[in-house]
């Protein structure tokens, strides 16, 4: 099963509610939208999930203001912004995802999109999980999850 925008069964007890979309950004790449646009899709996915306690949600752009969306202020012209010698940081995520994970609580929500931006981090009772990959410099990294109903029991950061 195709999983953009959908809930599929990860096993008996969890599902993954899937959206790959992301708010706007200056790259203007594909699968991109404006902030109301991407909530009437997050809404309509996760309407679909049966049990949010044990639920996976697997959100492309990471919650705004969450540490793990912070990505260097660009210029008009896409220069970055400099203060004291080094890129000033500023949060880029989506406020649709925040509000979504805020609303929803699922047990786990997994992120990608922010590469400068590798960690995790609680709202409310969910793990929010963003890796952080750091593909010019040839590195992968990835979180080792393990599920127990409605508990994380294992999470772990693996780089390589």
């Known amino acids: 099963m195709y999983g953009e925008e959908e809930v599929v069964a990860l096993d008996n007890e969890h599902e993954v509610a899937c959206c790959g979309w992301s708010n ?9 939208c404006p902030e109301d646009v991407l909530m009437q899709k997050l809404e309509r996915t996760v309407a679909k999930v049966r049990t949010m306690e044990t639920a996976v949600f697997c959100l492309h752009c990471p919650p705004y203001d969450s540490q793990i969306d912070m990505a260097a202020k660009l210029t008009e012209d896409l220069r970055p912004v400099y203060a004291h010698g080094r890129p000033l940081m500023v949060p880029v995520g989506s406020t649709s995802v925040r509000t979504i994970i805020e609303k929803y609580q699922p047990l786990i929500s997994l992120h990608g999109h922010i590469h ?7 709202i409310g009772r969910t793990q ?6 750091e593909y010019g410099e040839g590195i992968m990294r990835a979180y080792l999850v393990e599920l127990d109903g409605p508990k994380i029991t294992r999470l772990q950061r693996v780089e390589g």
């Open 128 to 133: 929010c999980v963003n890796p952080g990959s």
């Open 116 to 122: 400068e931006s590798s960690g995790h981090v609680k």
């Open 24 to 32: 706007l950004t200056p790259w203007h790449t594909p699968r991109e």
